[in-house]
């Protein structure tokens, strides 16, 4: 699988795969775009393997230190190969290499691969929030 860092809204092709894939495991692909073209300094990183989007990660800025990795995933036939890792790991090396310092994101206890992945990769998790329908989510940190 290869990694690449799209700066902004991908070219029509690209995200037309993200936004299927986003569908098949969230459905919802119509807020996706509407909400992604509103948020500074947005970065895609998308995993692709044999031309198909088999995960992606999808972040934006907060401050010119901190960054918010705001939505993520990888397609269900394709799970368990370590391509979150990747993804994630692809993600922080660009925005390191762009001065950010800090990585925050949040997940909530039913996603526990998620959660259990960012401790492993480092984050630590610094409070509760919680969604709309008064869900909890874990806010986690990572220094980059």
Same mark, same amino acid.
């Given at each position: 699988?290869?990694?690449?860092?799209?700066?902004?809204?991908?070219?029509?092709?690209?995200?037309? +795969?993200?936004?299927?894939?986003?569908?098949?495991?969230? !459905?919802?692909?119509?807020?996706? @775009?509407?909400?992604? /073209?509103? *948020?500074?300094?947005?970065?895609?990183?998308?995993?692709?393997?044999?031309?198909?989007?088999?995960?992606?990660?999808?972040?934006?800025?907060?401050?010119?230190?901190?960054?918010?990795?705001?939505?993520?995933?990888?397609?269900?036939?394709?799970?368990?190969?370590?391509?979150?890792? +990747?993804?994630?790991?692809?993600?922080?090396?660009?925005? !390191?290499?762009?001065?950010?310092? @800090?990585?925050?994101? /949040?997940? *909530?206890?039913?996603?526990?691969?998620?959660?259990?992945?960012?401790?492993?990769?480092?984050?630590?998790?610094?409070?509760?929030?919680?969604?709309?329908?008064?869900?909890?989510?874990?806010?986690?940190?990572?220094?980059?």
């Amino acid at each position: 699988m290869k990694c690449i860092s799209v700066a902004g809204i991908p070219d029509e092709q690209l995200l037309n +795969k993200i936004q299927s894939l986003h569908e098949k495991l969230f !459905k919802d692909h119509v807020t996706l @775009l509407r909400k992604a /073209k509103g *948020k500074p300094n947005l970065l895609f990183t998308v995993g692709i393997k044999h031309g198909e989007v088999v995960g992606y990660k999808i972040g934006y800025e907060i401050t010119p230190d901190i960054f918010y990795s705001w939505l993520g995933a990888v397609d269900e036939k394709h799970r368990c190969q370590g391509i979150a890792t +990747k993804l994630m790991t692809e993600q922080h090396s660009y925005l !390191k290499n762009k001065g950010y310092k @800090l990585v925050r994101t /949040k997940t *909530k206890n039913k996603w526990r691969n998620m959660l259990i992945l960012n401790i492993k990769c480092g984050f630590d998790v610094i409070g509760i929030d919680t969604d709309k329908q008064d869900e909890p989510k874990i806010i986690l940190e990572k220094y980059l």
